[in-house]
Nanobody
């Protein structure tokens, strides 16, 4: 089992920045990839960014150049630095991991709200 706790959400003006954190605990040695997803009201949950244990990253086109994902393996924590925020970035942001031997993200955090006002 892996437990995930997100923090860092809040309300920010358009053009502003926020940094989200997600701390993992439990069987963290089994984690291969950590990622962020988001879900806006009335919409499906979408992929935002991911990072593997070897620091290979991947981003959704909508956030490239604005968001940066990073990982501190010693602290079992993943971060999402969000710059130049837009109202359309408003969503609940979820941290997720997938562990070795799985084909999809199999552990999820409880989510943190990010609201960008214009």
């Amino acid at each position: 089992q892996v437990q995930l706790v997100e923090s860092g959400g809040g309300l920010v003006l358009a053009g502003g920045s926020l940094r989200l954190s997600c701390a993992a605990s439990g069987r963290t040695f089994s984690i291969y990839s950590m990622a962020w997803f988001r879900q806006a009201p009335g919409k499906e949950r979408d992929f935002v960014a991911s990072i593997t244990r070897s620091d290979s990253t991947n981003y959704a086109d909508s956030v490239k150049g604005r968001f940066t994902i990073s990982r501190d393996n010693a602290k079992d924590t993943v971060y999402l630095q969000m710059n130049s925020l837009k109202p359309e970035d408003t969503a609940v942001y979820y941290c997720a991991v997938f562990t070795f031997g799985n084909r999809d993200y199999n552990y999820w955090g409880q989510g943190t709200q990010v609201t960008v006002s214009s």
